[in-house]
């Protein structure tokens, strides 16, 4: 009766790592007509070895690689008020939609950037920002917001300006539910821009 061994078997098998997924992005940029408000869509081609939007968090919040200065000048997040109370914490929340955004959801998430008034504060503009954000995105979805200030960092950059990032998928009292196609469409850009525009009038007249 023959035995086999390990050198009977072919153990020489390709361990190269299949491509990665990333997510791929349409921008609206900033144009003249609306000068501070700037609308992406975050999305994947394919099913496979999906990277998730942890790596896209992750260099907003730690723009920089200096110990003292690399990192977002203030975030926040915002959940609707059904949402289970373990995804009020970043790390969960993310963690949770990356596990468990099904194969055939190619909507990831949109973003938003809205440029500050240099003349104004930046945590005034941040609150503004904030209350468009919980009106318009934070009743249905989960919205994060990345403040960006070169100035913290002795930088010039481009200006202050908000992300304001947010996951394509409603969450109710039972977690994620579907993505919403509205939300990560043209049909979305235009909403969340005339709600930013009617937020801003709306701002200054409360002020």
Not at 13 to 35: I, N, R
Not at 103 to 124: G, N, R, S, T
Not at 163 to 182: K, M, P, W, Y
């Amino acid at each position: 009766m023959s035995q086999i061994t390990s050198t009977d078997i072919d153990t020489c098998k390709d361990t190269a790592e299949p491509p990665q997924t990333k997510l791929s992005v349409y921008v609206h940029h900033l144009c003249d007509a609306h000068p501070d408000f700037e609308f992406s869509r975050h999305w994947y081609k394919k099913k496979e070895n999906r990277v998730g939007v942890q790596p896209w968090f992750d260099k907003k919040l730690f723009p920089g690689e200096d110990r003292r200065f690399g990192y977002a000048a203030k975030y926040d997040l915002l959940l609707p008020p059904t949402a289970p109370g373990d995804l009020g914490r970043f790390g969960t929340l993310v963690d949770r939609f990356d596990d468990t955004l099904p194969p055939f959801e190619q909507h990831a998430m949109i973003h938003v950037k809205i440029m500050l008034d240099p003349a104004e504060a930046w945590h005034v503009g941040f609150e503004r920002v904030r209350s468009y954000a919980r009106a318009h995105f934070a009743h249905r979805f989960a919205a994060v917001l990345i403040a960006h200030i070169p100035g913290f960092a002795g930088l010039k950059g481009q200006g202050n300006h908000i992300h304001c990032a947010v996951l394509s998928r409603e969450i109710t009292i039972n977690g994620f539910g579907g993505a919403c196609t509205d939300l990560c469409s043209d049909r979305g850009y235009e909403a969340a821009l005339a709600a930013w525009q009617d937020h801003k009038k709306k701002w200054k007249v409360a002020a």
